[in-house]
């Protein structure tokens, strides 16, 4: 039986698709034999006060003297430092990254891609890059600029600016205001006098939006490597926010975020505001302070200014751990002559999906969220 010129032409057809499909599919596993593995290592970071009953700092400690749980599960510390001290790296990378690989959760902080196929990137190279992502702190200034702020607005902004120069710990610092409104003053920069500068031409608003600002502050600051802390200055309560308080203190622990709290004697006029500031600085590792004078203010500042100065930082590789949602950090001290001392850091943290990109910008001047 002959077979008709179209059904030959077809048979023709399948034959070259079939007899092409094991080339297709020994190509396709050579080229997924040469591609470069992709080791993506998350760090979790914690920024720990150590204090004596009389509140002075504890300094010269040593990582063998800290203890670290997550939801009980005893962690390894990574890399180490002592305020403005350098960063010790303590765990080999490349030993951890392959034991922690079942845990494909993402940390809040301090995260580093780690990207085969870059030209003259050794493995060193990227371990020395990690060590210097943890050095040195950005500090995030956010103004109230509302309506409370009419009578003490000058006596503010000079605190603030003494604060601002006075930071030398700081390698970058970026100036924000609020009322209704968020607005970016001042980029994060190491320019201490474009930050002055930003202070100086604030101007006051209308209504206070503070956690809606404060959220965008969090994201913002969540955006960039190694250490971070927030320092807020608000003369009164909130009335103006969409955002509740307690999803600004649970990002801010999952970023690491520290919150600082300074608030005059307006905002103790509505306990709930004095509740929640104490609250948030404490969830976060922050300090909350309530100045009844220019004078307290400046002491406030100059608190934060040491507070920051004298923290350990410290990072672990998560161990393999099945909870994606709320993780517990616990940190103790060793020893029983350490007992005595107190300690302040976050709480925990919150694995988010999302991972951190170079790429990534902060929003336009002046945002808000929708009300």
Known sequence: MRLKPTKKRNLLIMALVLGLLPLSTFRTTAQQDTTRLHVVVNLVQLNVAVTDNKGNYVTSL???????????????????????????????????AGKNGADESVSAEGRSRMQDGVPGSSLEDRLETLSSTLAGS??????????YMYRGFVFAQDAIADFVRSLESAD??????????????????????????????SVAGDDAALYNSLLLTVQDAGQYPGRKAIVVFSNGPDNASTVPPEDVA??????????YMISTTEAQLQPVSTAVFDRMSAATGGKAYFAKSWRDEKNAFASIRDDLAHLYSFSYYPQPNPNRGWRSI???LVGERLKKYHIRTRKGYRPRTNRFSAGNEPAPASESLPH
């Open 250 to 259: 649970e990002l801010a622990q999952s970023a690491g975020i520290p919150i």
């Open 330 to 332: 616990k940190v103790q």
């Open 138 to 147: 950005n500090v995030f200034i956010l103004f109230d600029t509302s309506n």
């Open 172 to 201: 970058k610092i970026s100036f924000y205001s609020y009322s209704r409104n968020l607005y970016r003053a001042a980029a994060l920069t190491s320019d201490r006098s474009e930050v002055v500068r930003g202070v100086r031409t």
């Open 62 to 96: 040593h990582p063998s003297d800290f203890a670290i749980t997550e939801d009980g599960i005893s962690e390894k510390i990574a890399t180490f430092e002592e305020g403005n001290g350098p960063t010790a790296r303590l765990v080999d990378i490349t030993a951890d």
